[in-house]
């Protein structure tokens, strides 16, 4: 199943240099399951033509009020969210005043679905106080703004007034399709990633783990109502939008930002692959190739995350999910850590699996309940896993 199966995306275009951004916009919700009207203003048709909309949505566009009879009310009915992007200066103060003049206003005004609106303009004319006032009132109305950014803007200008990447509007549209969730308000701490410790001043032990399932947790939580502390070592790069985010490389630098944060937590969500072992004493220097034979490393165990916030998190009442990489004896290690550990749930993934651990885009699931019970998740993505996880702590938090 994907993200946005059956759910109805309007997208309003207004004319702005941006307008090409939201034809990759377009195809992006449609890739993630959406169906999508398009609404042109006349300016936006001056940057790009209903005939590109058309052709990646397989619906006709919108352009005016004067087409179809009622369509001012129609479009805006029958979606789940409606997007703005981009959104001029002019159809910003025109929604702030309550404008009906063109198919994009009345359509906005008469709507009831949720706005996220998407500003894009020379810096000057977002800074000027008309538009700033403007956006004060969008946000009374319970309209969400999203952006802009700041960079390089058209003219060879740079500041703040570039549109938002078409990740982040995704991740708002998710957010704003969300049905109401325990995660509501909560404080989620989620690690994520693989952590290093050094060998010598350049070189550093550490493992496979590529963040995925972490980030893909963070952003779940987020989407739905959570304010989210991603706390990663270092991974691939990915969308962290709405989320805040420690990068931390060594274990001892992500104890230290997790015990911080768990003052705080509801939900604490552990899927960083700290590292297990580190180096008894680091030498200073490069350790020098020539003379290496038969070098020894020796090593100690590092610091264990969950154990050492065991008494922390269960005087604050944290819930815990973790995670267990095991490649034996799979389920029997995954309830000995839930016990030792205190935690509520452990996912289990079997590391020597296809398509499931380190480095892959999917994965599948052992779920440990603390009441020894064991689930089965089936293979899937990871952003797919990360939602049934959260419905499953969800329920747990229930009983
Ligand atoms: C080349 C060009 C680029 C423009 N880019 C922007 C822009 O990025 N943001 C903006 O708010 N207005 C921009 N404008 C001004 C709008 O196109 C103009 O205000 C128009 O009336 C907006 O109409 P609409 O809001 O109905 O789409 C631009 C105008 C031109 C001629």
């Not at 020379?122 to 703004?145: E, V």
């Not at 779940?220 to 490389?249: K, N």
């Amino acid at each position: 199943m994907r993200p946005f199966d059956g759910r109805r995306v309007l997208l309003v275009v207004s004319g702005g240099i941006a307008a090409y951004k939201s034809a990759f916009l377009s195809r992006r919700l449609i890739q993630a399951g959406a169906s999508v009207d398009v609404i042109l203003t006349e300016a936006a048709q001056r940057f790009v033509g209903a005939e590109t909309f058309e052709g990646i949505t397989g619906r006709q566009v919108h352009t005016k009020l004067w087409q179809t009879a009622m369509a001012h009310l129609d479009l805006g009915k029958s979606a789940d969210v409606i997007v703005v992007a981009p959104a001029t200066a002019d159809l910003i103060s025109s929604m702030a005043v309550g404008g009906a003049k063109d198919l994009a206003s009345a359509t906005l005004l008469a709507a009831e679905a949720p706005v996220i609106v998407c500003p894009a303009m020379n810096t000057r004319m977002w800074k000027h106080p008309a538009t700033q006032a403007n956006i004060c009132s969008l946000l009374k109305f319970g309209y969400d703004i999203v952006g802009p950014a700041e960079g390089p803007l058209a003219e060879g200008e740079s500041g703040v007034g570039r549109l938002v990447e078409p990740e982040e509007i995704m991740a708002s549209i998710g957010k704003a399709l969300e049905s109401h969730s325990r995660f509501e308000g909560l404080k989620v701490v989620v690690t994520a990633g693989p952590t290093r410790s050094s060998l010598d001043p350049v070189r550093f032990l550490s493992n496979r783990s590529s963040g995925r399932m972490g980030y893909s947790l963070a952003r779940a939580s987020w989407r739905r109502g959570g304010s989210v502390t991603l706390i990663t070592g270092p991974a691939m790069p990915t969308s962290t939008f709405g989320l805040s985010v420690i990068e931390v490389e060594t274990a001892q630098e992500m104890q230290e930002a997790l015990k911080a944060e768990l003052a705080e937590a509801d939900v604490l969500i552990m899927t960083a692959a700290v590292a297990d072992f580190e180096v008894v004493r680091m030498p200073d220097a490069k350790i020098k190739k020539e003379g290496s034979e038969g070098l020894t490393l020796s090593l100690h165990p590092g610091p264990d995350l969950l154990l050492e916030t065991k008494s922390l998190r269960e005087k604050n009442g944290i819930f815990t999910l973790g995670f267990a990489l095991e490649t034996e004896d799979a389920i029997e290690n995954g309830r000995d850590k839930m016990e030792r550990k205190g935690m509520q749930l452990v996912a289990v993934n079997v590391a020597n699996e296809p398509g499931a651990g380190f480095e892959v885009e999917t994965n599948r699931i052992s779920l440990v309940h603390s009441s020894g019970k064991v689930e089965e998740l089936p293979l899937a993505t990871k952003e797919e896993l990360a939602d049934q996880l959260l419905d499953h702590i969800e329920s747990a938090m229930d009983e």
